[in-house]
């Protein structure tokens, strides 16, 4: 229809093109929710990792903790001889005693070296006898010289052709067997194995020296009347170096309870209150001024600012700083710091681990889990205000807990120096339990990422 | 181009700045896409943030195969049509024959104001408004408008033939309006 087309076409036209610009608080909201997304995955991630690292730390503990758990069992090492209808090789003075490996045997039952080779028994033996040069008793060679020749027939009978080894030496406890590199090599670490064992069943302590690169990452939430005259919060984590002392106990080949005492500092960083956000109607002072202003609560003679991680009290006003007071303003405060500016609230804590961990690796490089939980001691509290004036302490976060707990979980890595000493390097997710501030209006949950990177010391 | 190019790959890698600039770049044109497809401006608003949010989430997605605007403002329309498919799901389904709709006068076309036409297409019912854009702007046939929308073809025939008559309606009174306050 030619009026259809007509009436697309007038809005078409007019419309296809059309632009206008949003209100400029539109991008505001969306970068508030790109980074509250990114800090919800990040926290469910984390909370995800938190419940793998417990239940595989139960599932270990309680695989450990079975009864009648066959500790002493060793994969036996097959020692392979494909010959063929070749010679056996002459290593001239590595032939060796079968009699020395039974010190192996003894202290590992089950270990057992098989033989399989392709090559008829008796020229086998045959090869013994002729090369042998020490440690051997003729007589006893003869007498079993029909014994393995029955064998043989047996062996021929069969298509496994398998030796066992151990069941010739009942026979010939006296009879050596030429060996090439490879078996003398296992049987070496066989050896090796068996030794450790017993050496690592015994408990012993280890005590270690750390510093601690920490990236912490604020997770906070506040309700709507104190987040209506709140800074705005920095976003973005903070590094911060802490350190301190390990002690360990390691009570079997796997296990150990770790504790210490580390020093640690977290920040936690805010801006100026977004202007568009603050229900002032009027804002006097320069022009310059007016995007950049805080809101302040006067209070039985102090001054508060609703901070990120909580209320600070200010007992000081660094240089530079202006203020105007009696706004007119319904919904928010009366008084406002009227300069650009950064406040930083940090906290310090003693923190008492007790972590378990569970060896996986255990050569010159060693691999473990870790996870436990931290009581923290708060030591310190200060607020600190940067400006054009630079930074100045203004005084100090209220209703601060004295005592939190946080979980820890992560691995540790380790590297032998030699047999006393060990590097160690044990990245470690911390999240707190509870919040760090007992104001009701505040959740203040920080969660961080740190390196423990230090010595240990075996004794 | 290749400037843009560059601000996609940029965007993907998370780049604050790039993101900023890539919205300064399209707001306004998606703003005003978004503005055809809801009942006013706080609606649109709305869809314009979770458009964009879309947009920075699925842009590695993007394989520089065809426009990048065209990508960008598709993603606008399904936001619009998801909030209408979750806001207007009870609608009762009516079917129209089909209207005739009397020919415009040329001089209305020059006479009313851009605004106005806007204006007019966010007052449709919010199913006449969706059918008429997808047919008009984006130039769907009514089996496509019909999968989109989850409704019939005839459907979508009679909501478009419905929306154009209410704005033939409009636009003449507008226009009348127009005259009588504007003599010329």
């Given amino acids: ?459 | 181009m290749e400037d843009l190019r560059q601000l996609i790959t940029d965007c993907a890698a998370g780049k604050t700045g790039a993101q900023a600039r890539l919205y300064q770049l399209f707001a306004p044109k998606m703003y005003g896409v978004c503005l055809r497809y809801s009942k006013d401006q706080t609606e649109a608003e709305d869809n314009l943030q979770d458009g964009f949010i879309k947009v920075f989430e699925k842009i590695g997605t993007f394989r520089h195969e065809g426009s990048f605007e065209g990508w960008v403002r598709r993603i606008m329309v399904n936001v619009s049509l998801e909030k209408y498919r979750k806001q207007h799901l009870l609608h009762p389904v009516d079917d129209m024959t089909k209207f005739d709709v009397p020919d415009f006068k040329d001089e209305i076309l020059a006479e009313i104001a851009t605004q106005d036409l806007l204006k007019l297409i966010q007052e449709l019912p919010p199913r006449y408004r969706m059918v008429f854009n997808l047919y008009v702007f984006e130039g769907m046939n009514h089996k496509e408008i019909a999968g989109e929308m989850k409704i019939t073809e005839g459907t979508s025939k009679s909501n478009l033939a419905r929306a154009r008559m209410i704005l033939q309606k409009k636009v003449v009174k507008c226009f009348e309006e127009t005259e009588n306050n504007y003599p010329a």
């Avoid at chain 1, 032998?416 to 339990?433: A, I, M, N, S, W």
Wanted: aromatic share 10%; no cysteine; net charge neutral.
């Fill in chain 1, 1 to 459: 229809m030619k009026s259809d087309h007509q009436l697309d076409e007038l809005f078409r036209s007019r419309l296809e093109n059309f632009e206008q610009s949003p209100p400029p608080y539109v991008w505001d909201r969306i970068q508030e929710l790109q980074a509250a997304g990114r800090k919800r995955r990040l926290v469910l991630i984390l909370r995800a990792s938190g419940v793998a690292a417990a239940i595989l730390l139960a599932f270990l503990l309680g695989w450990q903790l079975q009864p009648d758990q066959p500790e002493n069992v060793i994969e036996p090492f097959v020692v392979q001889q494909e010959q063929g209808d070749q010679p056996v090789p002459k290593l001239a003075g590595k032939s060796i005693e079968v009699t020395e490996t039974s010190p192996v045997q003894e202290s590992a039952p089950a270990y057992e070296t098989v033989l399989h080779t392709k090559q008829p028994l008796a020229q086998v033996v045959g090869k013994t006898e002729t090369e042998q040069s020490q440690g051997a008793l003729p007589a006893e060679k003869e007498e079993a010289l029909p014994l393995l020749n029955a064998r043989s027939a047996n062996l021929k009978s069969t298509t496994t052709r398998n030796l066992r080894l151990d069941k010739l030496k009942e026979k010939r406890q006296g009879l050596a067997v030429e060996l090439s590199g490879a078996e003398l090599a296992l049987v070496e670490f066989n050896k090796q194995q068996a030794g450790n064992k017993s050496a690592d069943r015994d408990g012993f302590w280890m005590v270690g020296a750390m510093i601690t690169p920490v990236y912490a990452v604020n997770q906070s939430s506040y309700d709507a009347a104190y987040a209506s005259n709140m800074t705005r919060s920095g976003g973005s984590g903070s590094l911060q170096l802490g350190g301190g002392l390990s002690l360990e106990y390691k009570a079997g080949k796997r296990w150990s309870v770790q504790s210490g005492l580390y020093y640690s500092k977290l920040e936690e960083a805010s801006g100026n209150t977004p202007s568009r956000n603050m229900q002032y109607d009027f804002v006097s002072g320069d022009a310059e001024y007016n995007y950049f202003n805080t809101s302040v609560m006067v209070e039985k003679g102090a001054m508060l600012i609703n901070a990120s991680a909580g209320v600070v009290e200010l007992d000081n006003l660094p240089e530079g700083t202006r203020l105007s007071t009696s706004l007119e303003s319904v919904q928010a405060n009366r008084e406002v710091i009227l300069s650009h500016s950064q406040f930083e609230q940090q906290f310090e804590y003693i923190e008492i681990p007790l972590m378990a961990s569970y060896q996986l690796l255990d050569k010159t490089f060693r691999f473990r889990l870790l996870g436990g939980v931290n009581a923290g001691f708060l030591i310190g509290n200060n607020a600190y205000m940067q400006n054009s004036e630079g930074l100045s302490r203004i005084g100090k976060t209220k209703d601060m807990n004295r005592i939190s707990y946080s979980t820890s979980f992560g691995f540790g890595l380790g590297y032998r120096l030699t047999d006393r000493l060990e590097l160690r390097v044990d990245p470690q997710l911390k999240y707190y339990l509870g919040s760090l501030n007992d104001n009701p209006s505040v959740t203040y949950k920080p969660y961080s990422f740190g390196v423990f990177t230090g010595i240990n010391y075996r004794f």
